[in-house]
């Protein structure tokens, strides 16, 4: 005869295991300047952060043609693959600036993107679109960035490379339903957003913006942590910050995003490294 306590036990261990989040089938990637800088090359850095456990790397946009083709080497030896660009440009060359010369050197920056992208079998280039300041107003920046953009969106599409806008402390597009209206007014499948975590904690909540942007519009995902401290805004590691990072596993679960993410933290050595790949599992595990 079975004891009753034991029985109901084992119903409620059997609940627990089937109540548990299950793991968010999302790629994991780390960023190419986390990787140990002492190293003498890139396929020893490569070698590293697939070590650590990551499957997935972002980079960083290479100018000198053969650089990109050294790192498109070490990501073939190493099975890093690289999945996007980030683009340098951007936040020294915004694409609202009222002078030329200074648009013309952001186009080329995202030109070289694009191009390193392509011949790294990479998949987006993130974009911070504009930046408004007190000489470039909210309405211009989103003018003149949409009209940036659709000149760009040609060649992204003939290389087949989504150009992802990312939400990030440029005072623009400061919440997910002007991303929503931003990202759809292109109509096109190669401009999409590059969903970073950390950077919506001083004006929302990630799990809302997840929601809210949806499977379709998300191109990426860059995974920190945030919080206050003195009363100064600081990033931190995974798990140290304020983020509620069940509630983002659950939004994730939710509009079923499986693609890649990358955790954007600072550099270490490789045991720093295989530490911030155990913190990532976690947030994957739903812990």
């Known amino acids: 005869m079975i004891r009753r306590d034991l029985m109901l036990a084992g119903i409620g261990a059997a609940f627990a295991s089937s109540a548990k989040a299950a793991r968010l089938p999302i790629k994991k990637a780390v960023l190419g300047s986390m990787l ?28 000198d043609a053969k650089e990109e083709s050294v790192i498109a080497k070490a990501s073939a030896d190493t099975g890093l693959k690289i999945h996007g660009v980030m683009n340098g440009a951007h936040w020294k060359y915004p694409l609202n600036s009222s002078d030329a010369a ?49 000149i760009l969106l040609p060649e992204a599409e003939k290389a087949k490379i989504i150009i992802a806008v990312e939400n990030v402390w440029n005072k623009f597009l ?33 799990q809302d913006w997840i929601r809210t942007l949806g499977k379709k519009r998300i191109a990426k ?39 890649v993410a990358t955790v954007e933290l600072r550099g270490g050595d490789s045991e720093y490294l295989r530490d911030v790949s155990k913190r990532f599992d976690r947030i994957l595990e739903g812990e």
Do not use: C
């Not at 990551?54 to 100018?63: D, K, L, N, Q, Y």
């Not at 911070?128 to 909210?138: E, G, L, Q």
């Not at 983020?243 to 509009?255: G, L, N, R, T, Y």
């Open 36 to 63: 140990p800088r002492e190293l003498p090359d890139w396929k020893s850095k490569f070698e590293v952060g697939k070590a650590a456990g990551f499957t997935h790397i972002e980079m960083g946009t290479v100018e």
């Open 102 to 150: 200074t648009v013309a050197t952001s186009m080329q920056g995202m030109r070289t993107s694009i191009r390193n992208a392509k011949a790294w079998g990479a998949s987006t280039v993130l974009l911070v679109p504009a930046v408004v300041s007190p000489s470039a107003p909210y309405g211009d920046a989103w003018k003149k960035s949409v009209q940036q953009i659709k």
């Open 174 to 206: 400061l919440s997910p339903l002007e991303m929503v209206n931003y990202v759809d007014s292109f109509q096109s499948p190669y401009l999409m957003n590059y969903f970073d975590v950390g950077n919506t904690v001083l004006l929302g909540y990630p």
């Open 221 to 259: 995902v860059h995974i920190k942590d945030f919080r206050f401290k003195n009363r100064q805004a600081e990033f931190v590691d995974l798990w140290d910050g304020e983020i509620d990072w069940p509630a983002v596993h659950k939004a994730f679960a939710e509009i079923g995003y499986d693609g």
